[in-house]
Every structure is written in C-alpha cells, then in structure tokens.
C-alpha cells in the first residue's frame, strides 16, 4: 500500500502552521490519498459529517481543547472510520493498511477506531484528550 506523498505533507501543515482543522484520507487504486480538508474554522459536527455513512476512511483531527486547570491544550486524533456497513472487503484493507500509514503520519497523540458515529461522539473526544 503506497501513501501519496500529499498526505504526509498535508498532516504536516495541520500539525506545525494548524492550517487545517481536520484531512480525511482514502484508499484508491492501492494508495491513501487526501479525500477533504476542513479549514481551522470548521467544527467537529462538521467533520463528522464529512464522513461517509457506508465507506471506511481514515481521519486526523486536530482537537482543542481546555484542561481542568484551565490550560488551553491540543491533541492530535487519529481516527479509523471502519462503519458496519461498508463492504468487508474495504474494512479488510483499511484494517491491514491502518499501522503501516499511521506510522508515516508523524505526531499522532490519539487513536480512535469507531464504526458508528455513537463510538467517535464529541464526549468520547473529549474523555480520551484529557
């Protein structure tokens, strides 16, 4: 499984200049690509829903957020969108590619492996970042 070099350079970019809120990769003709961008302004309904219903994809999501002492803080979520809906033979490949791209994606704080969007709420977030 090949990892387009724009994706490596696109996580580079949310995670030093915060140009992006979140980036939503795919897998197409054997190689993980950049499906969408969400600018800094968008929020995380908006990623969300960015997310297909029906088909796996992997995400990165740049989450702030405000610690109990009051310090303002980010993480860095991977996210593998694995919905029991989707072919079984796509959730056979996101699942078999997942470590070897998370490893090219450098700076990653938090892994999230959901496959309704109940398993990726806001709350459950907000708990694996603090």
């Not at 580079?12 to 961008?37: C, G, S, T, W």
């Not at 796996?56 to 593998?80: G, L, M, P």
């Not at 078999?96 to 492996?113: A, M, N, P």
């Amino acid at each position: 499984m090949a990892v387009h070099d724009d994706c490596k350079l696109k996580f580079l970019e949310l995670k030093a200049k915060r140009n992006y809120r979140f980036i939503i990769f795919k897998i197409e003709n054997q190689q993980v690509m950049v499906e969408k961008v969400g600018s800094p302004e968008e929020s995380y309904e908006d990623f969300a829903a960015s997310l297909p219903a029906d088909e796996c994809r992997y995400a990165v999501y740049d989450f702030d957020f405000t610690t109990d002492e009051n310090c303002q803080k980010s993480k860095i979520f991977f996210i593998a969108w694995s919905p029991d809906t989707s072919r079984v033979r796509s959730k056979m490949v996101y699942a078999s590619s997942k470590d070897r791209f998370k490893r090219e994606l450098d700076g990653i704080q938090v892994e999230l492996q959901a496959t309704d969007p109940s398993e990726m709420s806001l709350d459950i977030v907000k708990g694996r970042a603090l």
